[in-house]
């Protein structure tokens, strides 16, 4: 099972910017889909981001299209996550997550390895 470690977290006015990591260890994520998914205060998970195992393919929720951007270096075992003009609906932990296999599932059980988060907190 990989293990994944994030950082990067912080405090950040309303329209800053951060990049969060995550790094993986025990195994190559050239196998794994990888997630970004948040977690606010009272709400459930969700997702927020999603990449195939070669960086082809992207995908986004909704809310935060067009802010933010998720890629990867499978050569430094390592995901990101830039988040521009951030809003203080960002403020959550955000985690990462790895999927064994090529594609995306559409499902966030299908992640089978997660990390342990970084809080993101965006003031106004």
């Known amino acids: 099972q990989v293990q994944l470690v994030e950082s990067g977290g912080g405090l950040v006015q309303a329209g800053g910017s951060l990049r969060l990591s995550c790094a993986a260890s025990?195994?190559?994520?050239?196998?794994?889909?990888m997630g970004w998914f948040r977690q606010a205060p009272g709400k459930e998970r969700e997702f927020v981001a999603a990449v195939n195992w070669s960086g082809g393919n992207t995908y986004y929720a909704d809310s935060v299209k067009g802010r933010f951007t998720i890629s990867r270096s499978n050569a430094k075992n390592t995901v990101y996550l830039q988040m521009n003009d951030l809003k203080p609906e960002d403020t959550a932990v955000y985690y990462c997550?790895?999927?064994?296999?090529?594609?995306?599932?559409?499902?966030?059980?299908?992640?089978?390895?997660w990390g342990q988060g970084t809080q993101v907190t965006v003031s106004s």
């Open positions: 025990g195994r190559t994520i050239s196998n794994y889909a």
């Open positions: 997550a790895a999927a064994l296999g090529t594609v995306v599932p559409k499902s966030k059980a299908d992640f089978g390895s």
